[in-house]
């Protein structure tokens, strides 16, 4: 079994900073994606970024150029570093992973940004 636990949120101002980070952890497979979703108040899940083990990495066009994720292989730990944070950013932050035809989620973590 494979489980994802996310750090790193919490609160930040506006134009401020904040790293995300998801740790992989039990029997864990060559992911082929790892990424982040997030989900705000009243709204529908959204994807934010992917990494690819292609060696690729897409972003929703909202955070283009201001979110920047990454992959440490040796720490089974994906980073979502998160600059120039808008109240809209506002959201629990969700890491998941996929290999093959399964899905892996972590529990979330909040980021707020105050404005």
């Known amino acids: 079994q494979v489980q994802l636990v996310e750090s790193g949120g919490g609160l930040a101002q506006a134009g401020g900073s904040l790293r995300l980070s998801c740790v992989a952890s039990g029997n864990i497979p060559s992911f082929r994606l790892m990424g982040w979703y997030r989900q705000a108040p009243g709204k529908q899940r959204e994807s934010v970024a992917v990494?690819?083990?292609?060696?690729?990495?897409n972003y929703a066009d909202f955070v283009q150029g201001r979110f920047t994720i990454s992959r440490d292989n040796a720490k089974n730990t994906v980073y979502l570093q998160m600059d120039s944070l808008k109240p809209e950013d506002t959201a629990v932050y969700y890491c998941?992973?996929?290999?093959?035809?399964?899905?892996?989620w972590g529990q979330g973590t909040q980021v707020t940004v105050s404005s």
């Open positions: 990494w690819s083990s292609g060696g690729g990495t």
């Open positions: 998941y992973s996929t290999y093959q035809f399964s899905t892996y």
